[in-house]
């Protein structure tokens, strides 16, 4: 069963991608306004905000990909963990990380902070109405760390010296390697960089927050990137460009959460790796190379 979630998780992940992958800037509708006609969270002496990101669907390479909506809730508290309440006003079978809770008008429990938990609704027979990702977050700052990994990026150079845009990629891997302190000799940073942000900040935000330091470029919107200094999508492949990840401590070595970087709230000490991909399958690797 977890590992059916964990597919999921990364089906969605990439549906997102894919359908903005579709154009530079394909249509994105964005939502702070919560449908507690589905679900409605408030937390005493806390901040719950939340967020709808609708991307729309399109065809890439023969194959059509549907629009996704993804669903947040960060909840930002003083305290080592928030009471939440939660109204399920259609009596849907709730869930938290896997484990059924209640099908009440109304339920209550206490969630950890600096951490990510899966709330889930579903029908009596068993099918995912909605999900949602809830981030418990301290209410004033957040320590994060974050790195950009251009492993893929430097095997295509690698092996495609002959090819017409060649010099182009090159180009723009050495000045986004020279933007972040130099990429050893298989494309990932010397040192990876620690920000402080404020509660609530995304892996987008601690993005721009890298960018603004170190005068990267980032192209694409507010919810997608298109990319970093020139290196950019479709430059090394079809369906290459830029994802992020954090990374775990078994195989494959990282997870690839379900909502789009602009939506994932950052917790207290998560490192968030920006990826280069040339075929999806290829980011394990990234993760995991090492020098020789």
Same mark, same amino acid.
């Given at each position: 069963?977890?590992?059916?979630?964990?597919?999921?998780?990364?089906?969605?992940?990439?549906?997102?991608?894919?359908?903005?992958?579709?154009?530079?800037?394909?249509?994105?509708?964005?939502?702070?306004?919560?449908?507690?006609?589905?679900?409605?969270?408030?937390?005493?002496?806390?901040t719950v905000t939340y967020?709808?990101?609708?991307?729309?669907?399109?065809?890439?390479?023969?194959?059509?990909?549907?629009?996704?909506?993804?669903?947040?809730?960060?909840?930002?508290?003083?305290?080592?963990?928030?009471?939440?309440?939660?109204?399920?006003?259609?009596?849907?079978?709730?869930?938290?990380?896997?484990?059924?809770?209640?099908?009440? +008008?109304?339920?209550?429990?206490?969630?950890?902070?600096?951490?990510?938990?899966?709330?889930? &609704?579903?029908?009596?027979?068993g099918t995912v109405y909605?999900?949602?990702?809830?981030?418990?977050?301290?209410?004033?700052?957040?320590?994060?760390?974050?790195?950009?990994?251009?492993?893929?990026?430097?095997?295509?150079?690698?092996?495609?010296?002959?090819?017409?845009? +060649?010099?182009?990629?090159?180009?723009?891997?050495?000045?986004l390697s020279t933007h972040?302190?130099?990429?050893?000799?298989?494309?990932?940073?010397?040192?990876?960089?620690? &920000?402080?942000?404020?509660?609530?900040?995304?892996?987008?935000?601690? &993005?721009?927050?890298?960018?603004?330091?170190?005068?990267?470029?980032?192209?694409?919107?507010?919810?997608?990137?298109?990319?970093?200094?020139? &290196?950019?999508?479709?430059?090394?492949?079809?369906?290459?460009?830029?994802?992020?990840?954090?990374?775990?401590?078994?195989?494959? +070595?990282?997870?690839?959460?379900?909502?789009?970087?602009?939506?994932?709230?950052?917790?207290?000490?998560?490192?968030?790796?920006?990826? +280069?991909?040339?075929?999806?399958?290829?980011?394990?690797?990234?993760?995991?190379?090492?020098?020789?």
């Amino acid at each position: 069963m977890k590992n059916l979630k964990k597919v999921f998780a990364v089906i969605m992940a990439l549906a997102m991608i894919f359908a903005l992958s579709v154009t530079a800037f394909a249509a994105t509708t964005v939502s702070t306004t919560e449908d507690t006609s589905v679900l409605k969270v408030t937390s005493s002496g806390n901040t719950v905000t939340y967020q709808a990101v609708t991307v729309d669907g399109g065809i890439k390479d023969g194959v059509s990909y549907p629009s996704t909506t993804v669903y947040t809730y960060c909840v930002k508290t003083s305290n080592s963990t928030a009471t939440i309440k939660f109204t399920n006003p259609q009596h849907y079978y709730m869930y938290i990380d896997g484990m059924y809770m209640s099908n009440g +008008y109304t339920f209550t429990t206490v969630l950890a902070k600096n951490a990510h938990h899966t709330i889930e &609704l579903k029908t009596s027979g068993g099918t995912v109405y909605r999900s949602f990702d809830l981030a418990v977050v301290d209410s004033t700052s957040v320590n994060v760390s974050i790195e950009i990994n251009c492993y893929n990026a430097k095997n295509w150079l690698n092996n495609n010296s002959n090819a017409s845009n +060649y010099a182009t990629v090159l180009s723009a891997y050495n000045t986004l390697s020279t933007h972040v302190g130099g990429f050893n000799s298989i494309g990932k940073m010397s040192a990876v960089v620690t &920000l402080n942000l404020p509660a609530g900040s995304t892996a987008m935000d601690a &993005l721009n927050a890298l960018a603004s330091a170190d005068s990267i470029t980032v192209s694409g919107s507010s919810t997608y990137v298109s990319g970093l200094d020139g &290196l950019n999508a479709s430059m090394c492949g079809s369906w290459s460009g830029w994802c992020y990840v954090t990374p775990t401590s078994s195989s494959p +070595y990282y997870n690839m959460p379900s909502v789009g970087a602009a939506s994932y709230t950052l917790t207290e000490g998560e490192h968030i790796i920006w990826v +280069y991909t040339c075929t999806y399958s290829d980011i394990g690797a990234a993760i995991t190379a090492t020098t020789p």
